[in-house]
């Protein structure tokens, strides 16, 4: 009961000491948390330190394409010794498939959900907590697992070999590829580790949004943080179960002797050939059926998040509220036909790649929708140049060029000639990075004060934003011409093919900007922790925002708000004529109907 209802559960001041605030130790307050906010932290600090490990793989693949087959400095000795120091094209093979797999299974989706969207649900729509607080605590203790299954996917047997896409045969015969012995186990485990505890956050979210908003939430008055994360968790819902079954097929061929994606007559390092009557295309299907939609729960709560903090810095509405509603509603839908895009190379009917392409292309309808909003709610703003308004500008930026590309690749004949080449790399980083990253960086730098109470230093963000956006564009951007030019992805050397050997000096440059950008985020780390302990203290609301969150204390206490919040009207009312003297009018502040009136006659 006194989950479920949260006007009655605080209508009272003296509620609080009613229900039992009594002091909790630190392995309750730390560990096996139930407090929303804390399970939001425990989210961000373990992805942030993920992101450190899968950017460090990141810079092993740009080393061996820089400089193919030399020494490693520093850590070549110690990591390769029977190489000689050098990277074998078994630990590249490795490197960059873990590389993906921690980007994306250890640090975009649960930085996000996990740590975004644990902070931000209760709080925007006026709730206590969760509905499900234990769940939720459940959420973070499944994901640490998962955690542990990829690490001894990178220590063991040379480590899991198949590409973050764990395509068959190389993933389902165990000794197709090095790491496709226990390694590609112990990945498959963490897959599905990762799957149950996506699927805790999701039923969590949505029972949430739904049941818990404060009195006059409506749906049309919910920031677009929480449509953005409430269609996110109702598309993982849906999509997650299909990629957790594929994955116990998978283990299931591994472990059991089934063989679901292994056809007959396969012969492997002179093995007996297979008995199978499976089809390696159907992993496939099953796997970009998720993992399609899965590009947009990587993405879609990063531009709920950053349409309400461009409202927020340019002091403008957000240009047309329900257009990106539904927009993203639209993108979401459409994510689930579309699947077939990243398989036009592997000899579909034309009239199912047809079907496909013109799925594929119609997703830039809702996407152009959107950009021209965030450009709508620039215009004529009052532009704040802090760094969360930079990273925002380059999240919107950094969206149109990747979904550009995205609009090649999406026309068969194009695709099937720059597939499988860097071009594909490029597409996905300037998405990837470029948008859900700069978004998450100003994430962090916005609602810093919700997660510590105190401020970061806005100088330093901005010389991280400048040489990580600097670093960032000429490590990618040169991507899309290597693709052109036909070098292929995952190839541990492209410079023993005559037509790639000038490729050799662009490579060189792009690994130095990745180290640039790599060294930039110091500054990062360096800014969250100091300004952790040091920052100076936030008020509630140090931003001058509109919607609930800002209502509470910084940081909120257990249960979130001292007064229980009522919502009178959206959170995008900022320079409206009703606010008075102040160019911000929160959810919370009630404008009597005369003053309405009055402003409407005008
Ligand atoms: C305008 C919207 C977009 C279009 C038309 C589009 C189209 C495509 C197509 C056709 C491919 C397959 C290319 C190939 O493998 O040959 C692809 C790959 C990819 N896209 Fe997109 N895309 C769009 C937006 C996005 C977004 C929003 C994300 C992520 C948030 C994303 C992430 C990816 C990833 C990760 C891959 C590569 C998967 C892999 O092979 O490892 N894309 N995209
Ligand atoms: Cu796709």
Redesign the pocket.
């Given at each position: 009961m006194s989950t479920l209802n949260p006007s009655l559960d605080h209508a009272s001041p003296h509620g609080h000491a009613g229900h039992g605030h009594h002091e909790l130790g630190f392995v309750r307050t730390y560990l096996f948390s139930t407090d929303h906010k804390m399970i939001g932290i425990q989210f961000l600090m373990t992805t942030l330190l993920m992101m450190l490990v899968g950017g460090l793989f990141a810079l092993g693949v740009r080393w061996q394409l820089a400089w193919p087959w030399e020494r490693m400095p520093f850590y070549g000795d110690k990591l390769f010794p029977g190489e000689g120091g050098q990277i074998s094209p078994e630990a590249y093979t490795m490197l960059f498939t873990m590389h993906?797999s921690v980007m994306?299974f250890l640090v975009?989706i649960p930085i996000l959900g996990g740590a975004f969207g644990n902070l931000l649900i209760p709080l925007q729509i006026g709730a206590p907590d969760m509905a499900f607080p234990k769940l939720n605590m459940l959420s973070y203790w499944f994901f640490l697992p998962a955690i542990v299954c990829f690490g001894m996917a990178t220590v063991i047997d040379g480590g899991a070999a198949a590409?973050?896409?764990s395509y068959p045969l190389l993933s389902v015969l165990r000794d197709a590829a090095p790491g496709s012995r226990d390694a590609q186990t112990w990945w498959l485990f963490g897959v599905t580790f990762v799957g149950v505890s996506s699927m805790m956050g999701s039923i969590n979210y949505i029972t949430t949004i739904i049941n818990m908003r404060a009195p006059g939430m409506t749906l049309f008055r919910m920031p677009l943080t929480i449509w953005a994360m409430l269609i996110t968790a109702i598309l993982q819902a849906f999509a997650l179960p299909v990629l957790t079954s594929a994955g116990l097929m998978q283990l299931s061929d591994r472990l059991l002797g089934t063989c679901f994606f292994i056809p007959a007559g396969v012969i492997v390092n002179n093995a007996a050939p297979t008995v199978g009557g499976g089809q390696p295309l159907l992993w496939q299907h099953l796997f970009w059926f998720y993992?399609?939609p899965a590009?947009?729960?990587?993405?879609l709560p990063a531009m709920g998040m950053v349409s309400d903090m461009l409202a927020c810095m340019c002091r403008k509405p957000i240009f047309g509220y329900k257009p990106m509603v539904f927009s993203m509603a639209t993108?979401a839908g459409l994510g689930f036909i579309?699947w077939g895009?990243?398989?036009?190379?592997s000899g579909m009917n034309p009239a199912l790649g047809m079907t496909f392409m013109v799925a594929?292309?119609m997703?830039?309808l809702p996407?152009a929708i959107k950009t021209f909003n965030w450009i709508g709610t620039m215009w004529g703003g009052r532009l704040q140049f802090n760094a969360v308004l930079l990273n925002c500008v380059a999240f919107v930026s950094m969206?149109v060029i990747?979904?550009?590309?995205?609009?090649f690749?999406?026309a068969v004949p194009v695709?099937v000639y720059?597939?499988?080449t860097y071009?594909?790399?490029a597409?996905?980083h300037y998405?990837?990075f470029g948008?859900?990253l700069f978004g998450v960086f100003a994430a962090i730098q916005f609602w810093f004060p919700k997660f510590f109470g105190r401020m970061m230093n806005d100088t330093v963000a901005k010389c991280h934003f400048v040489l990580t956006f600097i670093g960032f564009n000429l490590t990618f951007f040169p991507m899309h011409l290597l693709g052109i030019a036909g070098m292929p992805?995952r190839y541990a050397d492209y410079l023993h093919l005559p037509y790639l050997e000038h490729l050799g000096p662009m490579n060189q440059f792009m690994t130095y900007a990745a180290m640039l950008m790599g060294s930039a985020q110091i500054l990062l780390i360096g800014n969250f922790f100091l300004s952790m302990f040091f920052g100076p203290k936030a008020g509630r609301n140090p931003w001058h925002a509109n919607s609930l969150e800002w209502f509470a204390p910084s940081p909120p206490p257990h249960g979130n708000f001292d007064v229980p919040p009522i919502v009178y009207h959206g959170p995008y009312e900022y320079s409206s004529p009703l606010s008075g003297d102040k160019d911000y009018l929160p959810q919370t502040e009630y404008v009597p109907l005369a003053q309405r009136r009055q402003v409407d006659a005008h």
């Open positions: 993906a994306t975009v590409g973050w896409t993992s399609h590009v947009y729960i990587m993405l993108i579309v895009h990243h398989m036009y190379a594929t292309i997703i830039a996407s969206f990747g979904g550009l590309s995205g609009i690749m999406a695709d720059i597939h499988d071009f594909i790399v597409h996905f998405i990837l948008s859900t992805r």
